[in-house]
C-alpha cells in the first residue's frame, strides 16, 4: 500500500515539475482559456469556416464543400478548444500542437474517450509544424508567441492562401484584425480574428 503512495507521489511531482518546467521553456503555462473566451474562439471560427465553404479555395474554381477545414491550435494545451471545434463544426479536421507532456496526454485521452475523430493531438513546436495546409489557425499564446506565429503565415513562407488566425487576447504584432470581439469574461480576454489574405493588403505597422 505504501508503495501505492509513493508512485502517486512520485507522479504527481514529476507532471507537476514538467508542467512548470515546459511553460517555463515556453514561456507560458497551459492555462486554459477561459469558458467564454474559448466558446467566442469557437463561435469566430465556426463562422470563418462557413465563409471558407462557400468560396472557392486556393487553386479552384468554384466553392467545394465536400473537402474538410482544416484547422489547427496552436499550443492546444488540455485540449477543450480543439475539442469544442471539432464539435462544433462538422465539416473540420482539428489538429493541435502541444510540446507540454502531460497537457498533450491528457488531450489525447480526452479526445479518445469522447470519441472525437475529427480531432488529433501532436507533440511537439507547432513553430516546427507544417502549417501550410491550414486554414484557419486559434491560439492562445502572449505576445512572443503571435510574433512566431505572424512570420509562419506570412505569404512567401507557406505555398498556398494564408491561413484565417483567430487569438485569444493577444493581437498579431502589425497587423490590422477584420474583427475584435469582447469575449465579457472576468479579463476582459478580446478574440481577434485576422481574415486572410485581407491583413496582408493593408497592414498598419502600429
Ligand atoms: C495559454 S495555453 C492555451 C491552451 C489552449 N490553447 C486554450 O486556449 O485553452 C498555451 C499553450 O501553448 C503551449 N505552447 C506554447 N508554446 C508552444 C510551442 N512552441 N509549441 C507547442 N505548444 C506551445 C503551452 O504549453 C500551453 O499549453
Redesign the pocket.
Known sequence: MLYIYFFLLAFTLLAAVSVIY?GWR?G?T????SRRA?ALMVRCAAEEAARLDSEPRPGQASADVSKPIYII?A???WG??AIALARRIPEAQVVG????PL?FFFSALHARLNGCDRVSFRFG???KADLSHADIIVA??FPK?MCDLAQLIEPESTKRKPPTIIS?TFALPGLQPNRKVQSGDASLSPVYVYRSPDVFIEPTHS
Open positions: 515546459q515556453n507560458i497551459p492555462m486554459p482559456s474559448a491550435e499550443g492546444s494545451g477543450g478548444v500542437y502541444e510540446n507540454s497537457p513546436d507547432y513553430r492562445y499564446l508567441g485569444n
